[in-house]
């Protein structure tokens, strides 16, 4: 199977130009492929992944994947796929955000490998000594303000009169196809890829090395992943899922890929893991005899978590999970724990209150909001649906002093099955 035949099967190819000359061109060698990123942060979000896994998955097929970061073009800004123009960024700022950035690209792309390594480029470095005339003149004159209107990216945004489209946007067009022309000079990539709201741009890329180095180069646009409920991919009520745990926990991120719609997890596995066919056919039959099984959306969890943040915090994600759904606390380190922290809610205690005789069970369960008085405490510890560092509490004269605290400050208390909260002695 070639590698666009596999990116079919998977559902990842949404356009591509002369797809029948790419899968020849491929077939014959190694060949140069690029996908851009533009640093609006200082983390890359699940929303990035596609594209940049896709590059992976070239990598793999013997291609070489080139990672480039738009440190000019994050100064301007891709007008695709937005309603309103971005905020403009500093360069000291979008250098700091490739910085960062770089480590993460370093799990999705072999920067090592001797065969094929991938590479990250900066489009700063080629377009700082070009000057404004020069770029109109030797870039500006080999497109019509006719063809750049046509674009999508360009015409819906012109359709919209209270927003419009700076001069600066309706730029970007020819910044990014600059890019493709220089990279096939320079690098010899013959192949872009992208989102699909990227395909004008990347047309333009193709347009430019025809016109100016009379080449033959190609693009390939990827869907833009929406789940099934027609909401954005990637995005929750927190906000956007990150790819560093400083801005999501390793916790949330194996979470946001266990809680994937039903109808969603299947595609889901053909979109951004690496497991083969038969393996996901497997999930797949798995997740339509016994969908409750939840077979399915564990493996996209584990893949993804592995992939971004390696196999030991994939553990410590599902440990901190199995805890949530009262699982033991035998083994489990400080930081599964604080995972956990951070998902519920905390309440804190002067930790003199737990000192000598320490505080009744049931005034405890109060304190922390998960019961409204002694008398319903009462009731719930005798129902059995009490629960101290996850172990069930069935006497009401109980009393909870320091030597219960986990790891010397916290409590771990349980009402029912899911509510919880956390003591913190301080």
């Given at each position: 199977m070639s590698i666009l035949d596999e990116l079919a099967w998977r559902g990842l190819i949404n356009d591509c130009t002369d797809s029948e000359a790419l899968t020849k061109r491929l077939s014959e060698g190694p060949a140069a492929l690029y996908c851009g990123f533009d640093p609006t942060a200082d983390s890359l979000h699940v929303g990035?992944?596609?594209?940049?896994?896709?590059?992976?998955?070239?990598?793999?097929?013997?291609?070489?994947?080139?990672?480039?970061?738009?440190?000019?073009?994050?100064?301007?800004?891709?007008?695709?796929?937005?309603?309103?123009?971005?905020?403009?960024?500093?360069?000291?700022?979008?250098?700091?955000?490739?910085?960062?950035?770089?480590?993460?690209?370093?799990?999705?792309?072999?920067?090592?490998?001797?065969?094929?390594?991938?590479?990250?480029?900066?489009?700063?470095?080629?377009?700082?000594?070009?000057?404004?005339?020069?770029?109109?003149?030797?870039?500006?004159?080999?497109?019509?303000?006719?063809?750049?209107?046509?674009?999508?990216?360009?015409?819906?945004?012109?359709?919209?009169?209270?927003?419009?489209?700076?001069?600066?946007?309706?730029?970007?067009?020819?910044?990014?196809?600059?890019?493709?022309?220089?990279?096939k000079q320079t690098h010899d990539c013959e192949l872009q890829i992208g989102g699909s709201d990227q395909w004008g741009n990347i047309t333009a890329g193709i347009e430019l090395s025809r016109r100016k180095l009379n080449t033959t180069v190609y693009g390939?646009?990827?869907?833009?992943?929406?789940?099934?409920?027609?909401?954005?991919?990637?995005?929750?009520?927190?906000?956007?899922?990150?790819?560093d745990p400083a801005r999501t926990s390793v916790y949330k991120f194996y979470q946001f890929w266990i809680r994937t719609d039903d109808r969603d997890v299947v595609r889901y596995l053909k979109y951004f893991t690496f497991l083969p066919q038969e393996r996901i056919a497997e999930l797949e039959a798995s997740h339509t005899e016994n969908p409750s099984g939840r077979e399915a959306h564990t493996a996209l969890a584990v893949a993804m978590t592995d992939l971004i943040h390696g196999e030991a915090a994939t553990q410590e994600a599902q440990q901190a999970s199995r805890i949530l759904f009262g699982g033991g606390l035998d083994g489990i380190g400080e930081s599964t724990f604080n995972e956990i922290v951070g998902e519920v809610p905390t309440v804190e205690i002067e930790r003199t209150q737990l000192d000598g005789e320490g505080l009744p069970i049931l005034e405890l369960f109060v304190t922390s909001g998960l019961c409204q008085s002694n008398g319903q405490a009462r009731k719930d510890l005798q129902g059995g649906g009490i629960n101290l560092n996850n172990e069930r509490?069935?006497?009401?004269?109980?009393?909870?002093?320091?030597?219960?605290?986990?790891?010397?400050?916290h409590l771990l208390l349980r009402k029912g099955k899911r509510n919880y909260t956390v003591i913190t002695a301080k």
């Open positions: 990035n992944l596609v594209p940049l896994i896709a590059l992976r998955r070239f990598q793999n097929d013997g291609h070489i994947p080139i990672a480039l970061a738009g440190g000019a073009t994050g100064a301007i800004g891709d007008p695709s796929g937005k309603s309103a123009e971005r905020n403009l960024l500093t360069r000291e700022t979008l250098q700091q955000n490739i910085a960062a950035v770089k480590e993460q690209l370093a799990k999705l792309l072999d920067f090592e490998t001797t065969a094929n390594p991938a590479q990250l480029l900066d489009n700063a470095d080629w377009t700082a000594g070009v000057s404004y005339l020069d770029f109109l003149r030797d870039i500006g004159k080999h497109f019509t303000v006719n063809s750049m209107v046509a674009k999508e990216s360009v015409r819906a945004r012109m359709q919209d009169r209270e927003v419009g489209i700076s001069y600066t946007e309706f730029s970007y067009m020819l910044l990014q196809a600059f890019d493709f022309y220089h990279l390939l646009t990827l869907p833009l992943i929406t789940n099934a409920d027609g909401t954005k991919f990637g995005k929750t009520e927190a906000g956007a899922v990150w790819l509490q069935s006497d009401a004269q109980t009393r909870v002093t320091t030597e219960q605290l986990l790891f010397g400050k």
